[in-house]
């Protein structure tokens, strides 16, 4: 079992910048993938960026450019910055076991963006 922990949600004005937080604890793989998917309303869920604790990275086109993902001892953050109004969602933390197969959703933070 994977326990996530999200933080750094919150009210930004565009081209703000927000950083999110999301620990994993509990038992955690060798080989895994970290990543932050959104959610807006009446949207389905997407992926923003995605890490692997062996190496590479994966963005969405709109994060390219803007945000970074980050992963420093089982902690993966988010750093968006240029917000922009679109990218108001629930942002989810997303831990898969690449070996096993597990996956593990975060509670969600909100990011808004707006003036």
Known sequence: QVHLVESGGGLVQPG???RLSCSASGSIASYYN????RQAPGSERELVASIFNRGPTMYADFAKGR?????????????????????????????????A???YW???TQVTVSS
């Open 101 to 103: 197969g597990g996956e």
């Open 106 to 108: 975060g509670q969600g």
């Open 34 to 37: 970290l990543g932050w998917y």
């Open 16 to 18: 703000g910048s927000l």
């Open 67 to 99: 945000f970074t993902i980050s992963l420093y001892m089982n902690t993966v953050y988010l750093q968006m910055n240029s917000l922009k109004p679109e990218d108001t969602a629930v942002y989810f933390c997303n831990f898969r076991d690449v070996v």
